[in-house]
């Protein structure tokens, strides 16, 4: 069946062409709608302008590259944390730049900052602070920890017993602190960065699950490539210095980050992606290698961490993409492998990537 003539411009008469809108054949005016209505569909125009939401993550991209060689994926899920308002712990062998990686993260938002270094003998007190009695005045005073800052770096967690882990509890789920019958409220933005190592087991603590299922995302802190090592060598022949670290700039504030993470909050998901997710976690409690499955609060991990990733990438849609390159992140913490599959030499994230390709891939 062809397209009715009226409606191409090449068959369009001079006189047509040069009547006004109001005097033009009602043909020709729902032709005209017909083609304005189509056209946003078939062009696949996002819906949302993440233009300034690029341009600011590309910014801290620029000012952490000054210092950082590599590690772009990493920084691609610091971001996402950063954006889906998600605490982050970093794994990895001792020297390659955990706690740079952090600080630098840190000096980009224009945000208060404090670092804790845990110990086996710091005290829950030394992290959320204590009431100090005032003579003058006769009453307690509460004077607030190192926790009370908006980007909070904790370097080697793992070193600190359970009662200090469990001092955190509170204050990284529901962004508060408890003292003396008076609850304080942090101020937003609020997100913990901690580092552990592996493989030192001297001094060293197993944080607790309840602890674990806290961070929005467990991430590997690999070595570099040969080009990216020779890379550092070559900086460091040329004078690279602590003091270089003065060159990395505020980048965001408060209230840019609390507008970016409202465009991520809109972002649009269509329900056979949460249904996917849901099979994703679920299939974690069902899955026969794996002593313990994820809680929901995984599902709302990952469904928080696609829609930041998706506007990172420049999209207002969360694909089955996203939730696959998330899923390591977001589940390797919360799973714990069956002792067969342990001692048989298994890691979480065999198990996990044997999950995302048994789910079917919604279309």
């Given at each position: 069946?062809?397209?009715?003539?009226?409606?191409?411009?090449?068959?369009?008469?001079?006189?047509?062409?040069?009547?006004?809108?109001?005097?033009?054949?009602?043909?020709?005016?729902?032709?005209?709608?017909s083609t304005e209505a189509a056209e946003?569909?078939?062009?696949?125009?996002?819906?949302?302008?993440?233009?300034?939401?690029?341009?600011?993550?590309?910014?801290?991209?620029?000012?952490?590259?000054?210092?950082?060689?590599?590690?772009?994926?990493?920084?691609?899920?610091?971001?996402?944390?950063?954006?889906?308002?998600?605490?982050?712990?970093?794994?990895?062998?001792?020297?390659?730049?955990?706690?740079?990686?952090?600080?630098?993260?840190?000096?980009?938002?224009?945000?208060?900052?404090?670092?804790?270094?845990?110990?086996?003998?710091?005290?829950?007190?030394?992290?959320?602070?204590?009431?100090?009695?005032?003579?003058?005045?006769?009453?307690?005073?509460?004077?607030?920890?190192?926790?009370?800052?908006?980007?909070?770096?904790?370097?080697?967690?793992?070193?600190?017993?359970?009662?200090?882990?469990?001092?955190?509890?509170?204050?990284?789920?529901?962004?508060?602190?408890?003292?003396?019958?008076?609850?304080?409220?942090?101020?937003?933005?609020?997100?913990?960065?901690?580092?552990?190592?592996?493989?030192?087991?001297?001094?060293?603590?197993?944080?607790?699950?309840?602890?674990?299922?806290?961070?929005?995302?467990?991430?590997?802190?690999?070595?570099?490539?040969?080009?990216?090592?020779?890379?550092?060598?070559?900086?460091?022949?040329?004078?690279?210095?602590?003091?270089?670290?003065?060159?990395?700039?505020?980048?965001?504030?408060?209230?840019?980050?609390?507008?970016?993470?409202?465009?991520?909050?809109?972002?649009?998901?269509?329900?056979?992606?949460?249904?996917?997710?849901?099979?994703?976690?679920?299939?974690?409690?069902?899955?026969?290698?794996?002593?313990?499955?994820?809680?929901?609060?995984?599902?709302?991990?990952?469904?928080?961490?696609?829609?930041?990733?998706?506007?990172?990438?420049?999209?207002?849609?969360?694909?089955?993409?996203?939730?696959?390159?998330?899923?390591?992140?977001?589940?390797?913490?919360?799973?714990?492998?069956?002792?067969?599959?342990?001692?048989?030499?298994?890691?979480?994230?065999?198990?996990?990537?044997?999950?995302?390709?048994?789910?079917?891939?919604p279309r």
């Amino acid at each position: 069946m062809s397209a009715a003539p009226a409606a191409s411009p090449e068959t369009t008469s001079p006189e047509t062409a040069a009547m006004p809108e109001s005097a033009a054949p009602p043909e020709a005016i729902a032709a005209a709608a017909s083609t304005e209505a189509a056209e946003p569909a078939g062009t696949f125009a996002p819906r949302t302008d993440f233009a300034q939401l690029a341009a600011r993550a590309e910014s801290v991209r620029a000012e952490i590259s000054k210092i950082i060689v590599g590690q772009t994926d990493l920084l691609e899920l610091l971001l996402t944390a950063v954006l889906a308002d998600g605490h982050v712990l970093l794994e990895g062998v001792p020297g390659v730049a955990k706690t740079l990686m952090a600080k630098l993260l840190a000096r980009t938002l224009a945000v208060p900052f404090s670092r804790i270094q845990f110990t086996p003998d710091l005290m829950p007190a030394d992290v959320l602070g204590t009431s100090v009695f005032r003579q003058n005045t006769g009453e307690f005073e509460f004077r607030p920890g190192p926790i009370f800052a908006s980007v909070v770096l904790i370097d080697e967690i793992n070193r600190a017993p359970a009662k200090t882990q469990s001092a955190l509890f509170e204050v990284m789920e529901e962004r508060t602190v408890t003292q003396d019958g008076t609850t304080y409220v942090m101020q937003a933005p609020f997100l913990v960065l901690a580092t552990q190592n592996p493989v030192e087991q001297e001094g060293t603590y197993r944080l607790p699950e309840a602890q674990l299922d806290r961070f929005l995302f467990k991430l590997r802190v690999g070595y570099p490539s040969l080009a990216e090592e020779i890379q550092i060598l070559q900086g460091h022949h040329a004078g690279f210095g602590g003091a270089a670290l003065e060159s990395v700039q505020p980048v965001l504030t408060a209230a840019d980050l609390a507008a970016l993470r409202e465009q991520v909050r809109q972002q649009r998901v269509e329900p056979n992606i949460l249904e996917y997710i849901a099979k994703l976690v679920g299939q974690t409690r069902a899955h026969k290698a794996l002593y313990l499955g994820a809680s929901p609060r995984a599902s709302l991990a990952l469904l928080n961490g696609a829609k930041a990733l998706a506007a990172l990438r420049g999209r207002d849609f969360v694909t089955p993409e996203d939730v696959q390159f998330l899923a390591p992140s977001v589940l390797r913490h919360r799973v714990m492998l069956t002792p067969e599959r342990e001692m048989e030499g298994g890691t979480p994230d065999e198990v996990v990537q044997q999950i995302v390709q048994s789910i079917e891939v919604p279309r």
